[in-house]
């Protein structure tokens, strides 16, 4: 059990028996009456977000979350194959438990999956990856890079905006926390 003034980003808590992961906080210590803690909570299991507000008296189960290097290997449909580094045993998750994060995979990349009671509930794929454009519009002479956006599939299947230069075989990087374009490489 923690207090809530040990609340911090990225923190794994349990509440009604649900494990929940905090996305944001502040510490509020008002002229009357006692300090709270504001919070915004993901649900790890159905993906939803609630805000929840926290008395300074109030004791919160925080959880034991191991976190350990794998290494996705392929998918078909719609599972996904990872390898645990230290036992080479093959783990595999369908792409909904996987999220947004299933967007940014290339075979043979390293990722941190969080690890409760011997289920993965969060993969976290490095912050910025670099995609090759599968297909988009091809640029016109004179784009620049502040002249607009148009979208572009990658080679994961995910359509982003890219600026108006980019033509279809460049290489991307791409903020995975966001899904936004960062430069060409």
């Known amino acids: 059990m923690i207090s809530p003034n040990e609340i911090n980003r990225g923190l794994y808590i349990k509440l009604d028996g649900q494990l929940y992961i905090v996305d944001e906080?502040?510490?509020i210590k008002p002229g009357k009456g006692g300090a709270f803690v504001k919070t915004r909570l993901r649900n790890l299991k159905l993906d939803t977000v609630i805000d929840r507000t926290f008395r300074e008296v109030e004791k919160i189960e925080d959880v034991f979350v191991e976190?350990?290097?794998l290494l996705y290997l392929y998918h078909s449909?719609?599972?996904y194959h990872f390898m645990d580094q230290?036992?080479?045993e093959e783990i595999s998750m369908d792409k909904k438990t996987l999220g947004l994060s299933a967007n940014f995979l290339k075979d043979n990349m390293e990722i941190t999956a969080a690890i409760y009671e011997g289920r993965i509930v969060k993969i976290n794929p490095p912050l910025f990856v670099e995609?090759?454009?599968k297909s988009t519009e091809p640029g016109i002479r004179g784009d620049t890079s502040k002249g607009g956006t148009k979208p572009a599939e990658l080679e994961t299947g995910i359509i982003i905006q890219v600026p108006?230069?980019?033509?279809?075989d460049?290489?991307?990087k791409v903020d995975t926390r966001t899904g936004g374009y960062i430069e060409r490489v």
């Open 25 to 27: 906080f502040q510490h």
């Open 67 to 69: 976190n350990k290097q």
């Open 77 to 79: 449909g719609d599972s």
């Open 86 to 88: 230290e036992s080479y």
């Open 131 to 133: 995609l090759k454009v």
């Open 164 to 168: 108006l230069f980019i033509n279809t």
């Open 170 to 172: 460049d290489t991307i």
